[in-house]
């Protein structure tokens, strides 16, 4: 049997709660997992190093995507942490690296992917030397989720982003200077940069048509949208693009 690890956001809930999910995981046989819950997903990282110091062979984490930012940043950053299996829950807000790897909103899905998913190695980013497994951005993205904190969310949800989004749409539009591999790639006035690793963002938009969370590559985009009708233009366009994206595919 495998020594499981629960790191749990105590603010959060799917489906039963953090009571369902022990009874789902005694579903696997684990019936006394390695249990730790924090109130903010900041006090993530001490209980994941306790989790892997302890010989975790598989980490849960249940929470939303700053939750699981911050156990991969810390497990990639542990020696011997890379080869730790991850399963997400995903009961957060946006769950963007869940629902771009499949995960479902569904905790006895969830729970039954983390055991006999197919595991996969992804490709995690490095910003001011943390991780990220899904984007980063700088300008308007950084400025939005920022703004949306816990409190906000847990009154709002996914309409958060919304509301903080539209705070900032006639924000100034900073000078970006970007180069990929050490090569000049762009020069000039830029309302949002975006360094992907996977493809959809929140509200199902693909910004980055190709993005694969395991090919080795990061996706760069850059926006020089102001204001309101520039974005609506933008996010239309997106839009038109995605839809006929998808019917091709079919």
């Known amino acids: ?17 953090l009571a369902e999910l022990r009874r789902e995981l005694a579903v696997y046989g684990v019936t006394s997992p390695d249990w730790h819950e924090v109130p ?22 249940w929470g939303g995507d700053g939750m699981v930012q911050r156990t991969l940043d810390t497990v990639a950053g542990t020696e011997g942490g890379a080869d730790v299996p991850v399963g997400i829950i995903p009961a957060g807000t946006a769950n963007l690296l869940a629902t771009n790897l499949g995960i479902p909103h569904d905790l006895e899905q969830a729970v039954r992917i983390a055991f006999h998913g197919r595991r996969r190695r992804l490709d ?21 989720i920022q703004d949306a904190d816990g409190k906000l969310k847990d009154r709002l949800g996914k309409l958060s982003y919304v509301y903080t989004g539209l705070r900032h749409l006639n924000g100034e539009a900073p000078k970006a200077t970007i180069k990929v591999d050490g090569t000049p790639w762009f020069a000039d006035e830029a309302s949002c940069v975006l360094v992907g690793n996977v493809s959809m963002v929140t509200g199902g938009i693909k910004a980055f048509d190709d993005a694969k969370p395991d090919d080795g590559w990061l996706d760069v985009g850059v926006a020089t949208a102001r204001g309101v009708t520039q974005w609506a233009r933008t996010m239309g366009r997106m839009e038109r693009v995605n839809t006929h994206a998808n019917t091709t595919r079919r």
């Open 1 to 17: 049997m495998k020594r499981v690890a629960v790191i749990a956001h105590a603010g959060k809930t799917l489906d039963g709660g």
């Open 40 to 61: 903010k997903s900041k006090k993530a990282p001490k209980q994941v190093r306790k989790a892997l110091a302890a010989g975790a062979e598989l980490v849960i984490v």
């Open 124 to 144: 995690l980013g490095v910003l001011n030397g943390e991780h990220f497994a899904v984007m980063a951005g700088i300008g308007f993205d950084g400025a939005m």
